[in-house]
């Protein structure tokens, strides 16, 4: 089921002249190649709106990938701005800092590679910007552990919320598509936060920190 109709889509990418930026376009590529799921130029570009809009220096990514979401990140910071990834995978952290090398920003990023629920556990914060973008039986625990890291005002940003449209189809019962509608009941209820759901690409929360 596709979130946006693909003509809409089609149009929204007509806008765009090539990616300008040679790190992303090679991103972009890699991610093409390998079949990985990065968050794709529109929504890097609403990270960047984000980073900008809120003043951000402190960002956390739970689920960094190869650097892609926190390359956008990085661009829109603060001076002194960093941002704090996290990924289970050694190979994503030497990806990660080259790239981010080759695109000047190197003292914007720190890279740990581990459990990103667990250094989310470790971290006090607080955070002006935290993405999830974990495995998603992962999800209601970040939450949870993401709303008292995040300072008020800041932004729990949650990527793929409508799961290709399968949260609105109730015979798909999968574990991840069971996490995905848990987290999204409670990210829209949660006392703490006001959550818009955003129908780009696969779906982006915005939870802000009240
Ligand atoms: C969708 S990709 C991230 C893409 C990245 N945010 C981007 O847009 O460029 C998800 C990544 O999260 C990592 N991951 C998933 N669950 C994790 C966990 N619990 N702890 C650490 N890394 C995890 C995977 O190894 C994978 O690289």
């Not at 809409?8 to 002249?17: D, F, G, H, K, M």
């Not at 090398?101 to 556990?121: M, P, Q």
């Not at 069971?178 to 209820?189: H, L, M, P, Q, V």
Request: net charge neutral.
């Amino acid at each position: 089921m596709p979130i946006v109709d693909p003509a809409v889509e089609s149009y929204i990418a007509s806008l765009r002249a090539p990616q300008a930026d040679p790190v992303l376009r090679e991103m972009e590529r890699l991610a093409e190649e390998r079949g990985f799921p990065i968050i794709g130029p529109e929504a890097g570009r609403l990270l960047y709106g984000l980073a900008r809009a809120t003043g951000a220096r402190a960002v956390l990514e739970l689920g960094s990938g190869f650097g892609y979401s926190a390359l956008w990140f990085a661009r829109g910071l603060a001076g002194g701005g960093r941002v704090h990834c996290t990924d289970r995978k050694p190979e994503n952290r030497e990806l990660a800092l080259g790239f981010f090398r080759r695109a000047g920003l190197e003292e914007r990023i720190r890279f740990e590679v581990g459990d990103a629920l667990e250094v989310l556990e470790r971290e006090r914060g607080p955070f002006d910007l935290i993405l999830c973008d974990l495995d998603k039986p992962g999800y209601v625990r970040a939450l949870e552990l993401a709303v008292p890291r995040l300072r008020r005002g800041g932004v729990l940003v949650t990527d793929n919320v409508l799961w290709k449209g399968r949260v609105a189809d109730p015979s798909v019962t999968d574990e991840a598509t069971a996490a995905i509608r848990e987290f999204n009941r409670r990210a829209t209820s949660h006392p703490e936060l006001e959550t818009a759901i955003v129908p780009i690409r696969d779906g982006v929360a915005l939870s802000t920190r009240r």
